[in-house]
């Protein structure tokens, strides 16, 4: 089988600080108040005085099925067959945004071109971890192969983030 | 509550105008091939304006992406044929086209022009026009279906995702473009015949909108018993945030008015009285119904929620209403 690289996603370890969304801004040397390639969200659930709050955080999803690239006109989306890491040819995109309609979270992100997370191609080519997963203080995002990463998620009780094009990211909590 | 503005206006009044511009040139091939050269102004009207509005309505998709420049090479940007938008390009590509050229053959001095300076074959405008017109219906309506299929596509829209969407809009299309034609019909076209021109017309918008009205009553209806986000979507336009100009501009000037003003006409009610205020009323009424048709479809196509509203909030595109 043919690697593809994923995020793991430990719930119960992100405590919200969103140190994976500044590395991530902070490496691709993007502007603020524009896109964020990775964001923390917070999910509220149970009522008063059971409330549980959990926090997750969000990139693309390196799909196995991308819809993204299958309604994108030009070709600009493309899914390496090496690794698995889906890409925007940035000389390629028109920016018409029909990419973030077709993705199921909404990933891709408009600044006259549509910017999503490349898993830090650069980084890896030097043996690196992307920016977000090396940075993050509490060990919540793991970064691997989606089999390294089933390996470490079997001791935890993770599970592979359901939907129909197959997200390539684990989730435990 | 929540409306999806990631494409906003201008990709309305695109959706608008190819509509609009297909259905005219639909109208007057065919009234081209029924009638040959009886009507030819109100023909010649129909084909300028159907390509010049869907020239501006392509215009409009071009301003609205960030990359104009590069979108406007199509042979090097529209290249993946698997998504929709590279077919609707090329498409509308194929629709300015041949609209523009059945436009030329009808304008006489045009062809006088390029017959004098070339030896183009003028005398046998006939059969081009009818190979033009035939082949045109097909492109056209291929465009005012694309129209629908482009919001239909996505998947995770489930307002959108359905083939009444693109039934809905061809609709629209061809209600507003015959309407447009009628409107030409009344106050331009000279012919001893017009009269029964417009007749026959309006006796054709009537039952447009009365199928337009049976589609969007069934999309709707169809919408508010399926998934929790196509209600959300469904319940935007009838009683949610957008209900007023759905309700009073969308059903009551797109579909009331236009329909009272064509029965009206055509049972001769006010015909000697206002003949060209009262179809001119019907007429930009209809109008203003059909664009406002497509912006408020496209403000209603929320994402499916997936986890909760949470993780609903975080996707760009969706703005909150206070």
């Keep these: 089988m043919k690697r593809q690289y994923g995020f793991y996603v430990e719930l119960e370890r992100c405590i919200k600080c969103w140190s994976c969304e500044v590395a991530c801004k902070a490496w691709k040397g993007i502007d603020a108040g524009t896109v964020s390639l990775r964001r923390v969200i917070e999910i509220t659930s149970g009522e008063f005085p059971a409330v549980k709050r959990t926090f997750l955080s969000m990139s693309c999803m390196h799909c196995e099925k991308p819809a993204c690239e299958a309604v994108c006109p030009t070709g600009a989306i493309s899914k390496r067959p090496e690794d698995g890491v889906v890409v925007v040819d940035q000389t390629k995109c028109i920016g018409c945004r029909y990419c973030f309609f077709a993705c199921p979270f909404g990933v891709p992100q408009y600044d006259k071109t549509m910017q999503k997370c490349d898993m830090c191609l650069d980084r890896l080519a030097e043996g690196k971890e992307p920016a977000c997963v090396a940075t993050c203080p509490t060990r919540a995002l793991h970064f691997g192969t989606m089999e390294e990463l089933s390996k470490i998620a079997q001791e935890k009780v993770a599970k592979r983030l359901a939907g129909s094009t197959q997200p390539s990211v684990l989730v435990s909590k | ?322």
């Excluded at chain 2, 929540?2 to 201008?10: V, Y």
């Excluded at chain 2, 399926?226 to 336009?237: F, G, H, K, Y």
């Excluded at chain 2, 006010?270 to 912006?295: D, E, F, H, N, Q």
């Design chain 2, 1 to 322: 509550m929540t409306i999806q503005n990631t494409w906003g206006w201008l990709v309305a009044v695109y959706l608008f105008l190819g509509g609009l511009g297909a259905g005219a040139f639909v109208a007057v091939a065919v009234i081209s091939l029924a009638t040959g050269e009886r009507f030819k102004s109100t023909v010649r009207f129909g084909a300028w304006a159907s390509a010049i509005a869907i020239g501006v309505g392509t215009l409009c998709l071009l301003i609205d992406v960030g990359k104009p420049l590069r979108a406007l090479v199509l042979f090097r940007s529209f290249v993946h044929f698997g998504s929709w938008m590279t077919i609707g390009a090329w498409l509308l590509f194929g629709a300015i086209l041949f609209d523009g050229l059945f436009a030329l053959f009808w304008t006489e001095p045009v062809l006088q022009w390029v017959g004098a300076r070339w030896k183009f074959p003028v005398e046998q405008r006939k059969a081009f026009r009818v190979i033009l017109a035939v082949l045109g219906i097909f492109i056209n309506l291929g465009v005012a279906v694309y129209t629908g299929v482009l919001l239909g596509a996505p998947q995770f829209r489930p307002f959108w995702h359905t083939w009444w969407l693109p039934a809905l809009f061809t609709a629209s299309a061809l209600d507003t473009g015959v309407g447009l034609v009628t409107g030409y019909a009344t106050l331009g076209e000279r012919s001893e015949k017009a009269y029964a021109l417009r007749n026959v017309l309006e006796g054709c918008i009537i039952v447009l909108i009365l199928i337009e009205a049976s589609v969007l009553y069934l999309y709707l209806s169809h919408m508010l018993k399926a998934s929790p986000d196509a209600v959300r979507s469904a319940e935007l336009l009838t009683s949610g945030a957008l209900r007023v100009p759905f309700w009073l501009v969308v059903v009551g000037l797109g579909l009331a008015v236009p329909l009272i003003v064509c029965v009206t006409q055509l049972g001769g009610l006010l015909r000697k009285r206002a003949a060209v205020v009262v179809p001119l009323i019907g007429l930009v009424s209809c109008l203003i119904g059909g664009w406002t048709l497509r912006y408020l479809v496209l403000s209603a196509g929320l994402p499916q929620m997936l986890a909760s509203p949470a993780l609903e909030q975080i996707l760009q595109g969706v703005k909150f209403i206070p």
